[in-house]
């Protein structure tokens, strides 16, 4: 059972316009989310966190959404850079520390 | 700069042997980090828990006896694949976290392990 799912494998972004990158979960008990970028063979690097208790959380050109009765988060980046092609994962925590990733979505931003 | 280390970035073997991977915290201790594994295209799945002074908890469907793990100091947890196998071959990679609780996991650089 996929807890946290990105049905969006993939995206494609024309420089300067928004993405928007989507993540679903199922499980309520989540009390905060996080998206992280990553580049292959590398570990991830965190973005943005938001907090069960919040609907939206900015910081710079990214801004993360939550909609709880939707059990759906998404993350705007704005203006999409060519350097924020990657991909991006949805977390959530099951526990302390540990993370239940979404399947990811690769962003490429074209020219 | 990098707060969590892992060694060795990569790592070719034969099939049959056991390779040990190494995942540091760095400037800070770490009474728990986690292990997680990345096949290609697919996304990063929690192996095991590395609890320090303790046995490690594993995911289901984790083999313990495969996948060794031991958390000997405040700083460093090592993962031994033992007796890999081709299908063994993955992306491993470690996190910890500066403060229990928080969102402030790090994580390592990962190392690929290709089993031939």
Known sequence: ?111 | GAVVSQHPSWVICKSGTSVKIECRSLDFQATTMFWYRQFPKQSLMLMATSNEGSKATYEQGVEKDKFLINHASLTLSTLTVTSAHPEDSSFYICSASLRQGGDTIYFGEGSWLTVV
């Open chain 1, 1 to 111: 059972d996929q807890q946290v799912k990105q049905n969006s494998p993939s995206l494609s972004v024309q420089e300067g316009r928004i993405s928007i990158l989507n993540c679903d979960y199922t499980n309520s008990m989540f009390d905060y989310f996080l998206w992280y970028k990553k580049y292959p063979a590398e570990g991830p690097t965190f973005l943005i966190s938001i907090s069960s208790i919040k609907d939206k959380n900015e910081d710079g050109r990214f801004t993360v959404f939550l909609n709880k009765s939707a059990k759906h988060l998404s993350l705007h980046i704005v203006p999409s850079q060519p350097g924020d092609s990657a991909v991006y994962f949805c977390a959530a925590p099951p526990g302390p520390d540990k993370l239940i990733f979404g399947t990811g979505t690769r962003l490429q931003v074209f020219p």
